[in-house]
């Protein structure tokens, strides 16, 4: 089935970091009307592990959902943009796998990129994420955990490759969380 996608990208005007995943899954396992909405997904938790030392700062327990207007405003305040590689899927299952998705149409990455001037890197998530920009930049794929620089215009960015927060992916979250806080880290989004 085709898709278009259902968000428009989350941009704060002083995002240092733009984070690309591939897809959102179905809507029908989304828990709130924003990225990483699958209840099962830890993306939130590891953020709420590496900022707050608490995997559930951003979990609303007693909805099972997560808290939407807490997560936007802390990404407005750190400056962190999200968005996704692909604008428009071919999706041949019913779930989230990178593995079943065809991209249609890819995102224009470059462009997302000049709206965002201070933006210093961008983060992939998962295999077809990294594939798909590094196919745009024609730049080497990052092994999780590394990242490589990248040209656009006059402007010299870094693609870096984090773990997918999905359960799907065999790791621990306080293993996956050590990437993210590497990279955060290293663009002094976390001091």
């Not at 941009?11 to 809507?27: H, I, Q, R, T």
């Not at 590891?46 to 707050?52: A, E, K, S, V």
């Not at 933006?119 to 745009?136: I, R």
């Not at 050590?178 to 001091?191: A, G, R, S």
Request: glycine letters at 4%; one cysteine or more; hydrophobic letters at 40%.
């Amino acid at each position: 089935m085709k898709e278009s996608h259902p968000l428009e990208p989350f941009l704060p005007k002083n995002a240092k970091l733009l984070m690309l995943g591939s897809f959102p899954p179905p809507k029908v396992r989304w828990c709130i009307e924003f990225y990483y909405p699958n209840f099962n997904n830890d993306m939130w938790r590891i953020f709420g592990h590496i900022f707050f030392h608490n995997r559930n700062y951003f979990v609303l327990s007693s909805e099972k959902k997560f808290d939407k207007e807490r997560i936007i405003a802390f990404l407005n305040e750190v400056g962190i943009g999200i968005f996704d590689t692909a604008t428009e899927v071919f999706r041949e299952k019913g779930n989230a796998s990178d593995a079943f998705l065809q991209i249609v149409k890819p995102t224009n990455v470059a462009a997302m990129l000049r709206k965002i001037p201070e933006c210093l890197a961008v983060n992939t998530t998962g295999t077809l994420a990294t594939e798909t920009l590094s196919e745009m930049f024609q730049i080497k794929p990052p092994k999780v955990g590394e990242k490589v620089p990248f040209l656009l215009d006059d402007r010299r960015l870094f693609l870096y490759r984090t773990p997918s927060s999905s359960r799907a992916y065999p790791l621990a979250l306080e293993k996956k969380a050590e990437f993210y806080q590497k990279m955060f880290e290293e663009l002094k989004i976390l001091k």
